[in-house]
């Protein structure tokens, strides 16, 4: 094994001592970020999981640069690493993506971008204001953009984390690689506020702030509410003390990250979150406690965030979504759902296409500017029509059994548990955003979705039979003193 990774080696650092002698020195520092860690990653692909969850939320800060794209190199070199080790290692059973991500998300999409492919060049013709649209809505490059970079990452991903966690004895350890994710995008979010040139109220009109950081605010808000579900049940759970004070701390500071994007629809997938803790702790004591959390935050928080989540909130405020082209309450959401809207019945049963809104009448008529409804189940209805609708609705709902049932998983311990509680609930959160927000389509805002799904499908339930706990190896998990005797009573016939 050692000298196929070295014969494997010697050509590339041939290659890269040669192009490092050539190069500038911004793309040589940008070259090693993306190659170096490719020997530790090819040692134990692992490495590329724990590299691949701080980069992938990340991956639209990175200075874009023709044949170094560092996501490229790491998905790579993490499934050439993990293929190696799976045929020259028989002992891990490999953890398959369920049948229900595949006819549930992957078949429909491949559906979706078949049919897109005679209207990609229409949107060089609706975005004529778009500098390099020639480029975008080329159809190749269309088709790798918003179909197979996608589903490649992300679903890549989750496969990927899902056989890192099996292999690992201490599973848990990757909840707190989620919260280092967290708080390390908590920092262009801070810094952004911090050096904004005009006054926090004048921040909040300007929803672009943070678009320099390479994501919506809306996108940030979504991610980091996503990250804050799990966080909050460990926090508040049967978690062991040193874990729950962590994931307190670790929970604060994101939560005022998502503040801090004046995302209403972040802010909302948190409150769905919080909602879901106090019905599964119906305890007085936590009843108190976030209620006076809750007064604490009403008296402290900044006039511009009070002014943020009150935004709309006033008489005939609701009346206006149908009538103003932009009303303060929706931002113009409605409207443009009651442009869209006919366009499912054009192709009612299986939609018009990937990101059909961009070859929308509305959009060719100009009364709509958006590629994209601002509404996921729009959208979904619009590309994938009420085919496709059903069958991600069917692998969403296939997601939720899966989390609930491992949350209640006596083989696993407290931590894996809170952790899947809180990622069903984040989950829930993300899903009533999503009337509000955009791309159903793998993204950097889902990572944390795609990390917990990932998490998920490492686990045999203890109620759900399957081949992989039988053949999963000596060192995989569970890894918790309580986890392990309920799994060895499981498997003996005893009790634990």
């Known amino acids: 094994m050692t000298r196929l990774l070295t014969a494997l080696l010697l050509p590339g650092a041939a290659a890269l001592g040669a192009a490092l002698a050539l190069w500038p020195p911004g793309k040589v520092l940008l070259a090693l970020a993306a190659l170096l860690p490719l020997p530790l990653i090819l040692r134990d692909f692992r490495v590329g999981v724990v590299l691949l969850t701080l980069a992938l939320p990340a991956s639209t800060m990175v200075p874009p640069l023709r044949g170094l794209n560092v996501l490229n190199y790491l998905i790579f070199a993490t499934l ?11 002992r891990h059973a ?112 300007d929803r672009e702030f943070l678009s320099p950081r390479g994501l919506h605010a809306n996108d940030f808000g979504l991610l980091l509410a996503m990250a804050c579900g799990p966080l909050l049940f460990l926090a508040g759970g049967q978690a062991r003390p040193r874990w729950r004070l962590a994931a307190g701390a670790a929970l604060a500071v994101v939560f005022c990250g998502v503040l801090m994007t004046f995302s209403r629809g972040g802010m909302l997938a948190c ?14 004591k936590t009843m108190v406690g976030v209620a006076a959390a809750a007064l604490v935050f009403a008296l402290a928080a900044p006039q511009a965030v009070q002014e943020r989540l009150g935004t709309g909130l006033r008489a005939g405020a609701l009346s206006d979504t149908t009538q103003v082209e932009h009303d303060d309450l929706t931002a113009g959401r409605v409207h443009g759902w009651t442009l869209l809207a006919p366009e499912v019945l ?127 190896p000596p060192d995989a998990i569970p890894s918790s003193g309580t986890g392990r005797r309920a799994a060895a009573a499981a498997a003996g016939g005893g009790r634990p």
């Open 80 to 90: 050439a690493a993990f293929a190696l080790r799976a045929a020259f290692d028989r």
């Open 94 to 205: 490999v953890a398959w993506l369920p049948g229900p991500v595949w006819w549930g998300f992957v078949l429909p999409a491949t559906m979706g971008i078949v049919l897109a492919w005679p209207h990609i060049p229409e949107g060089a013709r609706n975005y004529p204001a778009l500098a390099d649209a020639r480029a975008i809505y080329e159809p190749t490059a269309y088709v790798l953009s918003r179909y197979v970079k996608p589903l490649l990452y992300w679903l890549g991903y989750a496969f990927l984390l899902a056989n890192a966690v099996r292999a690992s004895a201490r599973p848990e350890r990757f909840i707190a690689l989620l919260a280092l994710s967290a708080l390390g995008l908590t920092l262009p979010v801070f810094a952004t506020v911090a050096r904004y040139p005009g006054t926090l109220t004048e921040l909040v009109s």
């Open 271 to 284: 409150l769905v979150t919080l909602g879901g803790f106090l019905w599964h702790h119906r305890r007085l």
């Open 346 to 472: 054009d192709s009612p049963w299986i939609g018009s296409g990937l990101g059909s809104t961009q070859w929308s009448a509305a959009v060719s008529a100009g009364l709509y500017r958006a590629n994209h409804p601002h509404n996921i189940y729009l959208e979904l209805l619009m590309d994938l029509g009420l085919l496709g609708f059903a069958a991600v609705v069917a692998c969403y709902a296939f997601f939720m059994r899966r989390l609930r049932t491992l949350a209640a998983d006596p083989a696993l311990g407290a931590e894996m548990r809170s952790f899947f509680l809180g990622a069903r609930w984040a989950l829930w959160g993300g899903l009533a955003m999503a009337a509000t927000t955009a791309y159903y389509m793998p993204n950097p805002a889902q990572t944390f979705l795609w990390f917990g799904l990932g998490m998920a499908f490492a686990f045999a339930p203890a109620s759900v039979p399957a081949r992989a706990a039988v053949q999963a």
